[in-house]
T-cell receptor, first 109, second 113 residues
Framework: GQSLEQPSEVTAVEGAIVQINCTYQ??????LSWYQQHDGGAPTFLSY????GLEETGRFSSFLSRSDSYGYLLLQELQMKDSASYFC??????????FGAGTRLFVKA | DGGITQSPKYLFRKEGQNVTLSCEQN?????MYWYRQDPGQGLRLIYY???????QKGDIAEGYSVSREKKESFPLTVTSAQKNPTAFYLC????????????FGDGTRLSIL
């Protein structure tokens, strides 16, 4: 089957660094995306990795290792507004994207 | 400002009733998608459309129908055949294939009366 596994919850302190892991098992893998969703809101795109390595966008970075079927999202200098759910998503080719169940991040003061 | 508009924000369905969720985009995107999200879960693909007058079933299409008569519009009908329709429904669009970022609407929350 096709699936993406990520932790259900992560808690971190304001100002700290947190890493959200994602392992995937999908056919026809083309790349890994990350989305942020605040409660009751729309998911918003954060990053996309098609190739192995690290992509950096401001306080957020995303990493992919195709050989390990693994990726992570790194959030630095955590702020209270970063409290949200984070989803990894696999592009399996064409127009189909498979989403993980999401990781709920709690940022404490 | 360009974006995706979903309406209504909240919708209630009676047993045996069909309801239609609206999705309009002014981003000039070719591809549009419908997802269902249940509490504590990820997004599951219901239908997607690559181009006008063409659409494909996703992973959970049973009990749903769509149309794509205009580039800007991709309405979703939840039919009476969908026995568990209570969920948060999200519409999205992208420039092309799904390696491009998907832009989401604010969603419609559907409940059964």
């Amino acid at each position: 089957g096709q699936s993406l596994e990520q932790p259900s919850e992560v808690t971190a302190v304001e100002g700290a660094i947190v890493q959200i892991n994602c392992t995937y098992q999908t056919s026809g893998f083309y790349g890994l995306s990350w989305y942020q969703q605040h409660d009751g809101g729309a998911p918003t795109f954060l990053s996309y990795n098609a190739l192995d390595g690290l992509e950096e966008t401001g306080r957020f970075s995303s990493f992919l290792s195709r050989s390990d079927s693994y990726g992570y999202l790194l959030l630095q200098e955590l702020q209270m507004k970063d409290s949200a759910s984070y989803f990894c998503a696999s592009n399996t080719g064409g127009f189909k994207t498979i989403f993980g169940a999401g990781t709920r991040l709690f940022v404490k003061a | 400002d360009g974006g995706i508009t979903q309406s209504p924000k909240y919708l209630f369905r009676k047993e045996g009733q069909n309801v239609t969720l609206s999705c309009e985009q002014n981003l000039n995107h070719d591809a549009m998608y419908w997802y269902r999200q249940d509490p504590g879960q990820g997004l599951r693909l219901i239908y997607y459309s690559q181009i006008v007058n063409d659409f494909q079933k996703g992973d959970i299409a049973e009990g749903y129908s769509v149309s794509r008569e205009k580039k800007e519009s991709f309405p979703l009908t939840v039919t009476s055949a969908q026995k568990n329709p209570t969920a948060f429904y999200l519409c999205a669009s992208s420039v092309g294939t799904s390696n491009q970022p998907q832009h989401f609407g604010d969603g419609t929350r559907l409940s059964i009366l």
